[in-house]
């Protein structure tokens, strides 16, 4: 792992700031590009598969711990890759704005994925994602909206 999850950083990617997660390892789709830090979840078009998450994604999201490049041999096919999910309610990740506008009145609210590895603040469709804490207009913590503990709302679509 290039980033242990233990080390806040200034990427856009997530970083896990509180909580217990669990490293496990699964298959990931063939021809996939993807960086460390990126949002996956189950292949909803390949069983027993994980894929890099978008805007149509609902639940059982991991962050991957390894970077997927295009030019590595084994990018055409399947390949076992390492996972970090959360194993306890309320873990919360380190994230940079993508787009919207974020202020502190923000915090409590539900927000969506824009693609792997960015949220939009200012759209509530799926409500991926729980917003936790405001730190500035560009950096955030959340909650998977499915790993909120008891206590906090939950959405209402899936």
Same mark, same amino acid.
């Given at each position: 792992m290039a980033n242990p999850v233990e080390n806040v950083n200034d990427v856009s990617n997530f970083v896990r700031v509180k909580g217990i !997660? /669990?490293?496990v390892e699964v298959t990931l789709s063939a021809s996939v590009a993807i960086a460390e830090g990126w949002i996956v979840y189950p292949n909803p078009?390949?069983?027993g598969q994980y894929t890099k998450a978008d805007t149509t994604a609902w639940n059982n999201f991991g962050v991957i711990r390894? !970077? @997927?490049a295009a030019t590595d041999a084994d990018y055409a096919s399947t390949k076992v890759v390492k996972i970090e999910v959360p194993r306890g309610?309320? =873990? /919360?990740?380190? #994230? !940079?704005v993508g787009s919207g506008t974020f202020t502190a009145a923000d915090e409590g609210k539900y927000a969506d994925l824009l693609t792997e590895v960015t949220i939009a603040v200012d759209v509530q469709t799926k409500k991926q994602v #729980?917003? !936790?804490?405001? @730190?500035s207009a560009t950096r955030w913590k959340l909650i998977f909206a499915w790993n909120t503990g008891a206590g906090l709302a939950?959405? =209402?679509t899936s």
């Amino acid at each position: 792992m290039a980033n242990p999850v233990e080390n806040v950083n200034d990427v856009s990617n997530f970083v896990r700031v509180k909580g217990i !997660t /669990e490293i496990v390892e699964v298959t990931l789709s063939a021809s996939v590009a993807i960086a460390e830090g990126w949002i996956v979840y189950p292949n909803p078009g390949a069983a027993g598969q994980y894929t890099k998450a978008d805007t149509t994604a609902w639940n059982n999201f991991g962050v991957i711990r390894q !970077t @997927i490049a295009a030019t590595d041999a084994d990018y055409a096919s399947t390949k076992v890759v390492k996972i970090e999910v959360p194993r306890g309610n309320n =873990v /919360e990740w380190l #994230f !940079t704005v993508g787009s919207g506008t974020f202020t502190a009145a923000d915090e409590g609210k539900y927000a969506d994925l824009l693609t792997e590895v960015t949220i939009a603040v200012d759209v509530q469709t799926k409500k991926q994602v #729980f917003i !936790t804490k405001y @730190i500035s207009a560009t950096r955030w913590k959340l909650i998977f909206a499915w790993n909120t503990g008891a206590g906090l709302a939950l959405p =209402v679509t899936s």
